[in-house]
């Protein structure tokens, strides 16, 4: 089995969706696949990620998810997710029968979003390909992945990274959409999505405590509050 690692865009403002993603990941895990935090903060301090700080930018990993494959050095698979997600299923899933001759894989969203604003008085903004890039399973060993450099990261254009610019579309492979499914963009099925995605804000805000799942995800938190309160010594 070749390697695989998961790495969940960590936002400082947002700790409790990053604890509770990673709680829900290894949850559901059949055999260990590490999971690890993004972090900006990080990238800068080991000098990865030198662009100039965004404050327009919705969350702290809008563009250094693009280095999550050179983050990973490049060894075998690897994921990037956004922080405001819920596992419900088992990540080693996905990883099953990926074509090797692809260069990155996720859920090929089309659609226009159903708010103006998102999160915590964010702007929801529009472009094509939009949420693609908020799941992708990078192959370590494609040629147009081991571009992704520091260098190449740091300098693109922020649509050239996340419109996939930097590969052909036939080396862009598609997940079924329970991989990233849209909270409140997609009409809730019968079935439980393997990854709910509370893209336009989730229970961890003030006025999104009734969101689709809401229950499911406080239910979750509540799981890992108590796993730690556990692991604590008295």
């Known amino acids: 089995m070749s390697t695989r690692k998961v790495y969940v865009g960590y936002d400082s403002r947002e700790d409790i969706a990053w604890q509770v993603a990673r709680y829900s990941l290894n949850r559901h895990m059949s055999q260990p696949v590490g999971v690890h935090p993004l972090k900006q903060a990080a990238l800068r301090e080991l000098g990865l990620y030198t662009r100039p700080y965004d404050s327009t930018a919705s969350t702290e990993f809008s563009l250094t998810r693009f280095l999550t494959p050179y983050v990973a050095a490049h060894d075998g698979w690897s994921i990037f997710v956004d922080c405001d997600v819920l596992f419900t299923r088992d990540v080693n899933e996905v990883f099953e029968g990926l074509d090797p001759s692809k260069a990155v894989y996720c859920v090929h969203h089309d659609y226009t979003p159903a708010n103006a604003v998102k999160m915590d008085g964010k702007a ?70 393997a990854n709910i995605h509370f893209t336009n804000g989730g229970p961890w805000f003030e006025h999104w405590q009734n969101v689709d799942f809401a229950d499911l995800w406080k239910a979750e938190r509540d799981a890992y509050l108590k796993s730690v309160s556990v692991a604590e010594p008295a």
Do not use: C
């Open 124 to 193: 929801q903004t529009v472009y094509p390909r939009k949420n693609w890039s908020s799941f992708m399973i990078f192959n370590g060993a494609h040629p147009d992945v081991r571009k992704l450099t520091p260098a190449v990261v740091n300098a693109a254009n922020p649509a050239w990274l996340h419109r996939f610019e930097w590969t052909s579309d036939d080396n862009i492979g598609e997940l079924d959409i329970a991989w990233n499914f849209l909270e409140g963009e997609y009409a809730r099925g019968d079935a439980l999505p």
